[in-house]
């Protein structure tokens, strides 16, 4: 009798801790409550710190000020300092533009089924070796990871590097991640870039700002998803402050002129490190607003 007393007791008082923390949610948005307000946010802000995919972004003693987003498209000089200026830096992917000892704190990679180990990037990094860049992250964003192949190829990586274990690791949905991009952008495949920003706002403070750097949104190399949508987007949130969009250098998805940042290799690394780009449209007069 007495024991399940204690069991009634125990689910009365998880019931009504349950019932005061969704009501904290309710009275987010109420300027009457302030002491509800505050505890929902800190609460808001534990729960995203206990996503894996968060604790890069928020694992360290001072919340991150800016949080750099790199698209795959050509840098700028400017822009390469500024993303080197940037709390957090996330990369996706091949890492095409990224020149060896750059900094990145996220490596995130997507799911395909012709790429070596299944997840695109790994032992397809041209120009540093892929222990140069896994040896430089905090964290490791596995999209599309559900199903038996996707943790199967999970499975080798972490063979393959066993120090992966001791970071932070990720496995994202892709079936959450259409979900929002259905009701954000529209019926589609999103891309790994797009789900690289909206996993950055959702993981940074709300008081970070995020910056895109490197995104052109080509339609003509990227067939597979609504660049048009996802730019459009991307601008939306630009104009409302959650995100700086930082325009690319040239037209091209990954090339300026003669100089590919894909192709164009040799043993001594990137051919084109030298040469100096032009900054991106509009930079210069977007300069005077951001802070890195």
């Known amino acids: 009798m007495a024991k399940s007393c204690n069991c009634l007791t125990l689910a009365a008082t998880l019931a009504i801790l349950a019932v005061f923390f969704v009501a904290c949610q309710i009275f987010l948005f109420t ?23 968060c604790k890069a972004v928020q694992d360290s003693n001072n919340p991150p000020r800016t949080v750099a ?18 709390d957090v830096v996330i990369r996706f992917n091949k890492l095409n533009n990224r020149f060896c000892g750059e900094r990145m704190d996220v490596w995130v990679i997507r799911f395909a089924e012709h790429a070596p180990l299944k997840y695109h990037g790994l032992k397809e990094v041209a120009h540093c070796k ?28 972490l063979e393959r590097w066993p120090f992966l274990l001791q970071r932070h690791r990720a496995e994202i949905s892709q079936q959450r991640m259409a979900a929002q991009y ?20 959702e993981c940074a403070p709300v008081e970070a ?12 190399h990227w067939k597979r998803h609504k660049m048009d949508a996802e730019e459009a987007h991307a601008r939306a949130l630009h104009a409302s402050g ?19 940042v894909v192709a164009d290799f040799n043993e001594d690394g990137f051919i084109c ?11 210069e007069e977007q300069l005077t607003n951001v802070t890195v």
């Open 182 to 201: 259905e009701q954000l952008v529209g019926p589609g495949n999103p891309s790994s870039g797009w789900q690289g920003m909206m996993l950055a706002l």
């Open 31 to 53: 300027p009457d409550w302030a002491p509800i307000t505050a505890l929902a946010r800190y609460n808001r802000s534990w729960l995203r710190q206990r996503r894996p995919e």
């Open 273 to 283: 490190a030298n040469k100096t780009y032009g900054v991106g449209d509009n930079e």
């Open 209 to 220: 700002r995020v910056h895109l750097f490197g995104f052109n949104w080509s339609q003509r």
């Open 130 to 157: 892929t222990e140069e860049a896994l040896a430089m992250v905090k964290s490791i964003w596995f999209l599309d990871s559900i199903g038996e192949q996707r943790q199967k190829a999970i499975g080798n990586v």
């Open 242 to 260: 959650r995100i700086f969009v930082h325009d690319p250098i040239c037209g091209g998805l990954r090339t300026c002129g003669n100089c590919s």
């Open 69 to 86: 987003v790199v698209g795959n498209g050509p840098l700028s000089d400017l822009q390469r300092s500024q993303v080197g200026l940037s």
